[in-house]
T-cell receptor, first 112, second 112 residues
């Protein structure tokens, strides 16, 4: 079982360009999440989805959008990247909201 | 406001000693707590969890203690090994919030 996968592993992106970070889980979890992790700031929630077809905003949603067309996939899109979006992005999933979250390996994004 | 924080940003211990990592939380409504371990370059990995109706839970070499009176959570690692070197995060679930809230992390360094 793969668990939760993310792609790409890392990316360098020019400011102003768009990009989609991919996340797929094979555990049939209802809930999925996107976090960014910056040095000294821990994990901050960007967007979440409690079930397929629904999404919600987290702590730091500006500049990001998500979709949840099916249970397995939860892509994160940066429409017009800015240098402050340089970070490590983690996708996670859980059976429900108040349960253990399983994390992907992360995507390291650098915006120049 | 709500806060999940850690008392010590870096903890250095000798191999074989016991380690104690602490976490304070401010929301008395939180009903579920998790400890995660994050090794360099990897996503957070579940260690152990505890629900608010318990005050202690044990796993393999790890114990989580919950003191609801002072809103304090701790992770005890017995016979610390070099492989335990990582950043440890606590997370809490507040039923009124969208997802888990993570602390900023404590780095555990195990000296051989």
């Amino acid at each position: 079982t793969a668990g939760i996968t993310q792609a790409p592993t890392s990316q360098i992106l020019a400011a102003g360009r768009s990009m989609t970070l991919r996340c797929t889980q094979d555990m049939r979890h209802n809930a999925m999440y996107w976090y960014r992790q910056d040095l000294g700031l821990g994990l901050r929630l960007i967007h979440y989805s409690n079930t397929a077809g629904t999404t919600g905003k987290g702590e730091v949603p500006d500049g990001y959008s998500v979709s949840r067309a099916n249970t397995d996939d939860f892509p994160l899109t940066l429409a017009s990247a800015v240098p402050s979006q340089t970070s490590v992005y983690f996708c996670a999933s859980s059976v429900g909201r108040a349960s253990e979250q399983f994390f992907g390996p992360g995507t390291r994004l650098t915006v120049l | 406001g709500e806060n999940v924080g850690l008392h010590l940003p870096t903890l250095s211990v000798q191999e074989g000693d016991n380690s104690i990592i602490n976490c304070a939380y401010s929301n008395s409504a939180s009903d579920y707590f998790i400890w995660y371990k994050q090794e360099s370059g990897k996503g957070p990995q579940f260690i152990i969890d505890i629900r608010s109706n318990m005050d202690k839970r044990q796993g393999q070499r790890v114990t989580v203690l919950l003191n609801k009176t002072v809103k304090h959570l701790s992770l005890q690692i017995a016979a610390t090994q070099p492989g335990d070197s990582a950043v440890y995060f606590c997370a809490e679930n507040n039923p009124g919030r969208r997802a888990l809230t993570f602390g900023s992390g404590t780095r555990l360094q195990v000296q051989p």
